[in-house]
């Protein structure tokens, strides 16, 4: 199946420590930076987000230390962009002429989730849609063990990355 990249959300320091910090599950919504065969929303009030949730294995009970397993859903994403002529022509192969109806169809969404350079999985792609909603979407992310300071999260020191593509017609 060939896949476009559509756009990445990338979280390190303190943006990650937040959103995965020992205080139970937190829910929010990061803003898609799109690739540049995309095109955002004209519209200033709008922009594509993808919604994650993220926190100690186990929920709300706290966790001290270095090494804490950390649970990550992604729940969905939201406006997702235009496509452009140039990127399915070039990408997919169909002639220009397809273009038209494609361009009509909404996309049919997966992402991928990167730990720290490492691919760790990803979603099922949903079809014709513009607001990916996954349910099932649940991945276990564990801190590397550091020789740190006491009170200094390795989480400082990690990278999470989530990849949304289109996968085509469908």
């Known amino acids: 199946v060939k896949t476009v990249q559509i756009g990445s959300v990338t979280l390190t320091g303190a943006e990650l420590t937040t959103l995965c910090d020992a205080q139970g599950m937190k829910s929010k919504w990061y803003r898609l930076d799109l690739h540049e065969d995309f095109v955002g929303s004209p519209d200033q009030e709008l922009f594509e987000e993808v919604k994650l949730i ?26 997702l962009p235009a496509r452009s002529e140039h990127s399915f022509v070039q990408k997919f192969g169909h002639p220009a002429l397809a273009y038209d109806q494609y361009s009509q169809a909404r996309f049919s969404p997966l992402a991928q989730v990167l730990w720290n350079g490492r691919l760790m999985g990803e979603t099922r792609a949903l079809r014709n849609t513009c607001y990916p909603v996954w349910n099932d ?24 990355q989530i990849l949304l593509f289109d996968t085509g017609p469908g």
């Open 54 to 79: 993220g926190g100690p294995e186990g929920g709300d009970i706290e966790h001290e230390g270095d090494g804490r397993k950390i649970w990550l859903d992604i729940q969905g994403a939201a406006g």
């Open 137 to 160: 979407a649940r991945f276990l992310l564990e801190p590397p063990l550091l020789d740190k300071l006491p009170g200094i999260d390795s989480l400082s020191d990690c990278r999470l």
